[in-house]
């Protein structure tokens, strides 16, 4: 089990030299990545093979999913190897700081949540011994960077990850496979990833495809020097995977997507049948005994009917094997936002993969011969989610409040005719990265108190809970105070911007949505600022309010919050009357590895999402872990985390989704801004000059005040939950100042976190769905 570091110290210095003729000195950290990383390879790789074998003939679940968010991977794969701070150690010896490979790019082949999710599941499987294996895509660029230009407008610039190697898979030619389409066939090529568990010598498998053509040049075209055309087989192959859709919660029904989305499914279930194949013989009819495939989200769900192809190819009869797919898939939902959910035009999914448009019509049949009130397909359209639920085990939301919604709005019909297809599976992120990894210094400052090896038994900290004293908490805010230092360091190094980590951070990160409203936490920002000016807010504890987001680039409403955000900054951080007491930062190209700073270093963490919006959030659970509070309405996992951790813990606040139901038909914002002179100060911020205004920003002003029955609406209640919003989040910042009980309730916190561990949420979707 044990790696020898001084092996794996010699190595880089030899792939150096004989790659680059550098040395661990004369190198760039972009090389010093890519051989550190290849001789790590080497050393696993005994392992990796070995727990490959001990899986072969045994059941195993799969997760397919357009994404994996997995961040940087250096530092988690040492680190999960037990040896970071001995490599650590060792190149500082040699005069190399490992810090330099914070320059690495991430691997962010994903949008969000969704996406970081299915990488905290992979980590916690392996860690707890549970076989699991990921399919997914290898995007040739990832989520685009983000910068902001001098408006504070956002741009984007591709994210060519691998443009210095990828040290961390493997291509694996002899397992391609063909995917054919209306208009061409390609071969889907599997590069193949290690997971790399903590504290363990299993390592699983992360298999990515990429799209490339069957030949590499068209000869005859090459030779009539045509060289376009030599040429454009390979584009239109290596097209279907060069770009991550950098879309999160609204669909597009594109022509690409399909393909890429059919290539996942396709190219994985050929896979799958091939192990099985070679294992269990040439009779598909068990292979539900011994494969579970996770769908996340509806974005892989044409595999349900390429299975049904693929089997039926086989010879099998459909019902058998509609029966086959029905066992082996089960569907997670992570969103019921409706522009979210994935609708297929038949005529253009018939233009790219037409068999499919006629397995699915079969199951529409029978879906609607069973039961006349439910559908797969409607107005010509397939619709994903519902062929998800009607062809599956199980059918899961990602948290309580969500698994609830489910059941009564978005499937209700479906529930009423399977309700025991229904289960929960509240989310859950891993320690390791999140805690152990990123906050060193908390982690160590635990070990004191709870066991050692509480990050794979995160429930162990609950013993803190009677143990809190002066003492603990005292420490604890010391390790907070050096969180907010070493995060002032960064962000003064990537933003020019100056912060003070004497002052309360109050942070919101996560993607730019206008369900999230990033807009009210500017608006409350603003009235905070004007009331300061005005004299009217004498007792404001210093705040530092940090926010961190991307927008989809085609999505103006929210590229219009951005700037909105970035001028009401400059405007307050230019302001020498609040100087010593408000700056707001937005940091650009919020990613994975600027989570791992930001986080740790949170005194507040917002989470503000209306009641019934918010499937989820996994970010919450990361802020609590590290001894934030949330600033939150009854949504998602807040609901949990506050159930967990205590009300008089955190600040909620907000209506909840009762009562936003109540309300639909009738939320009648103009009546709240005509009756509140500050929120009509705030949102006339927006207009009037304050900071620069423009067209899209007047449209956001006139959304907030129109109702939900208006196409141009607001239809997040900004203005209904802005007061209680406003009074929770002074609440806040008064109690902030008195250093012992704030600190008290961020322990309470990290002490109650246990439940929010993704191995919790990976045990039980093996024992409840998987059977594994
Ligand atoms: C088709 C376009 C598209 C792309 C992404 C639609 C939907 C998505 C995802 C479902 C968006 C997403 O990441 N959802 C988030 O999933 C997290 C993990 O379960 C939850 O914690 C978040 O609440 C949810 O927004």
Redesign the pocket.
């Known amino acids: 089990m044990s790696y020898n570091v001084n092996t794996i110290i010699a190595n880089t210095e030899a792939l150096l030299k004989l790659r680059h003729d550098e040395t661990l000195i004369s190198t760039t950290p972009q090389r010093l990545h890519d051989c550190l990383g290849t001789a790590v390879m080497m050393a696993i790789n005994e392992n990796w093979t070995a727990s490959k074998k001990r899986r072969e003939s045994n059941r195993k679940a799969y997760y397919f999913s357009?994404?994996y968010l997995m961040g940087r991977l250096v530092y988690s794969n040492l680190f999960n190897l037990g040896i970071l701070d001995q490599v650590k150690a060792a190149l500082a010896q040699k005069g190399v700081n490992l810090a330099e490979l914070e320059d690495i790019e991430d691997a962010a082949l994903?949008?969000?949540?969704?996406?970081?999710?299915a990488a905290c599941f992979l980590d916690s499987a392996v860690t707890c011994g549970i076989p699991l294996s990921g399919y997914g895509l290898r995007y040739r660029f990832g989520l685009f960077k983000q910068s902001f230009d001098e408006r504070g407008s956002q741009k984007e610039e591709a994210d060519d990850w691998t443009r210095y190697g990828d040290p961390w898979s493997y291509r694996r030619d002899k397992h391609a496979v063909k995917v054919k389409f209306a208009d061409q066939t390609v071969i889907a090529v599997p590069y193949d990833m290690p997971i790399i568990g903590y504290n363990t010598d299993n390592i699983g498998t992360l298999r990515l495809w990429q799209c490339e053509p069957e030949r590499e040049l068209d000869f005859d075209a090459f030779n009539a020097q045509d060289y376009a055309r030599a040429l454009a087989e390979k584009n239109k192959a290596e097209d279907i995977t060069r770009v991550l859709?950098p879309?999160?919660?609204?669909?597009?029904g594109k022509q690409l997507?399909i393909k890429q989305q059919y290539v996942l499914c396709s190219a994985s279930l050929q896979d799958i049948l091939r192990v099985y194949r070679s294992t269990h013989g040439s009779d598909l009819s068990g292979l539900s005994r011994f494969v579970a495939v996770q769908l996340n989200?509806?974005?892989p769900a044409m595999s349900i009917p390429e299975l049904i192809r693929l089997l039926m190819a086989d010879g099998m009869e459909f019902e058998q094997a509609f029966q086959v797919a029905k066992n082996t898939f089960s569907y997670?939902?992570?969103?019921v936002?409706s522009e979210?959910?994935?609708k297929w035009n038949l005529d253009l999914l018939a233009s790219v993969v037409p068999e499919i448009v006629e397995i699915i019509k079969k199951i529409d049949a029978r879906c609607r011969a069973d039961h006349p009130e439910l559908f797969i397909i409607k107005d010509h359209q397939a619709h994903m989610a519902n062929l998800s639920v009607y062809v599956s085990t199980a059918v899961n939301g990602?948290?309580e409040i969500?698994s609830e919604i489910l059941k009564r709005d978005l499937f209700k019909d479906w529930y009423a005719v399977y309700p025991k297809r229904f289960q929960n599976k509240t989310?859950g992120i891993t320690p390791r990265r999140w805690l152990g990894l990123c906050n060193p210094e908390l982690t160590k400052l635990l070990e004191q108190y709870v066991s050692p090896g509480f990050l794979t038994r995160l429930d162990w900290l609950q013993v803190l809970k009677p143990l809190v004293d002066s003492e603990i908490v005292e420490q604890f805010n010391q390790v907070k105070r050096a969180k907010k230092e070493q995060l002032c360091q960064v962000i003064a190094k990537r933003e020019g911007v100056e912060l003070n980590p004497d002052f309360v951070f109050d942070v919101q990160v996560k993607?730019l949505h206008e369900y999230k409203r990033q807009l009210m936490n500017a608006l409350s920002i603003m009235d905070i600022y004007l009331s300061l000016k005005d004299g009217s807010l004498t007792d404001f504890t210093p705040t530092v309010f940090v926010f961190g987001a991307k927008s989809a680039p085609g999505y103006q409403r929210a590229k219009a919050i951005i700037r909105y955000i970035n001028q009401v900054a400059k405007r307050i951080n230019n302001d020498p009357d609040v100087a010593d007491r408000m700056k707001v930062v937005f940091v650009q190209n919020y990613n994975c590895s600027y989570a791992e700073h930001i986080i740790p270093a949170a005194d507040i963490s917002e989470q503000i999402s209306p009641a019934g919006t918010?499937?989820?959030?996994?970010g919450n659970m990361k802020f609590m872990l590290n001894g934030a509070v949330t600033l939150g309405t009854l949504d998602?996992?807040n609901v949990e985390i506050v159930e967990q951790a205590g009300k008089e813990n955190n600040y909620i606040f907000g209506a909840t989704v009762e009562e936003l139901e109540s309300i639909r038909d009738t939320y009648d914002p103009m009546a709240i801004y005509n009756a509140d002179a500050h929120i009509r100060r705030a949102v006339d911020t927006l207009v009037d000059g304050t900071v620069p205004t423009d067209d899209e920003l007047k449209e956001l002003h006139h959304a907030l005040l129109h109702g939900a029955s208006w196409h141009k609406a607001d239809h997040y209640y900004t203005l209904k939950d802005f007061a209680s919003y406003q009074a929770a989040r002074l609440q806040a910042n008064r109690d902030y100042r008195d250093r012992q009980a704030f600190g008290r309730k961020c322990l309470m916190n990290v002490a109650s976190a246990g439940k929010f561990s993704s191995d919790r949420t990976i045990r039980q979707y093996a024992e409840e769905i998987w059977h594994v």
Not at 614 to 618: L, N, P, R, Y
Request: net charge negative; no cysteine.
């Open positions: 357009a994404e994903g949008n969000g949540g969704l996406g970081r999710l859709y879309n999160d919660s609204t669909y597009e997507r989200d509806t974005h997670t939902n992570h969103t936002m979210a959910l994935e990602v948290a969500h989310n993607r918010e499937a989820s959030g996994t998602g996992a």
